[in-house]
């Protein structure tokens, strides 16, 4: 994790932490140690001990993606912890009543469904972002990454583990992708599933930046950036001749 808490109960991020000082886990209580990793796949971030008996024993990858994206959102709605029915987890970001999980590493389908289960009994909605880029591939063997202006199903897989991306997302959560295009980040929003693969909103060639993603799940950005939902709604007129 990125962000712990002090004996006085104060929220600490890992580069604000002092290594003669201790620190707690916000949901177990545990005892902390800072691993002083430093690589893109992984940050130096706070651990739990060996053997730990954390409650919350969900997959969190500590990269530099992930702590990217998370540090977009103000402090206090990183790293939230979320009690239901006395279990405990840790949202990556929560926002409102939005949850907001990143996803850099692949996850197992079962993961996937605990924790949208999870966070929906809650009352939450829960919105996925993962990295695409170099992780997840299409599945078809002649089909070169993935195209923003393809308007046929995908079916994606990713690329580190032989397993699909997604298997049965529920059509309460919302789904992104975010890959580089001419080395800039851009996201694709998932429509819908069905067993021929996956199917994008096209909103090309208004690409779906960052920003409009902040914009969308109330972050703060300059006032005059659209949201997901207004490009998609401006775009989506354009396509309507197109089957
Ligand atoms: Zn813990």
């Known amino acids: 994790m990125f962000i712990a808490i002090d004996k006085d109960n104060n929220r600490v991020e ?3 932490a002092d290594k003669t000082k ?3 886990c ?9 691993r002083a990793k430093e690589s893109i796949s992984v940050k130096t971030h706070f651990a739990h001990k060996r053997n730990s008996q954390c409650v919350d024993d969900w997959n969190h990858d500590m990269s530099e993606w992930h702590l990217n994206w998370q540090r977009r959102f103000p402090t206090e709605c990183r790293e939230v912890v979320i009690e239901h029915n006395g279990t405990k987890h840790r949202a990556d970001v929560c926002i ?3 949850i907001i999980e990143f996803q850099h590493s ?3 389908s079962e993961e996937f469904g605990k924790r949208n289960e999870f966070y929906t009994n809650c009352g939450y909605k829960v919105v996925w972002v993962f990295d695409a880029e170099g992780k997840i591939a299409s599945c078809h063997p002649k089909a070169y990454g993935i195209d923003p202006n393809e308007l046929s199903f995908v ?4 690329k580190r583990k032989n397993v699909l991306f997604l298997t049965k997302p529920s059509s309460k959560l919302e789904i992104f992708i975010q890959y580089k295009v001419e080395k800039q980040d851009i996201m694709l929003k998932l429509k819908n599933v069905s067993s021929k693969g996956f199917k994008f909103y096209r909103t090309y060639p208004n690409y779906l930046l ?11 950005v300059d006032p005059r950036v659209r949201s997901v939902s207004v490009i998609i709604e401006q775009t989506k007129d ?3 001749s197109i089957p």
């Open 155 to 158: 079916e994606l897989c990713w």
């Open 22 to 24: 201790e620190y707690f």
């Open 210 to 220: 960052i920003e409009n993603f902040l914009k969308e799940y109330g972050a703060n």
């Open 96 to 98: 409102g009543k939005t």
């Open 26 to 34: 916000p949901v177990c209580g545990e005892k902390l140690s800072i």
């Open 106 to 108: 692949p996850l197992s």
């Open 238 to 240: 354009i396509y309507k």
């Open 14 to 16: 890992i580069e604000n």
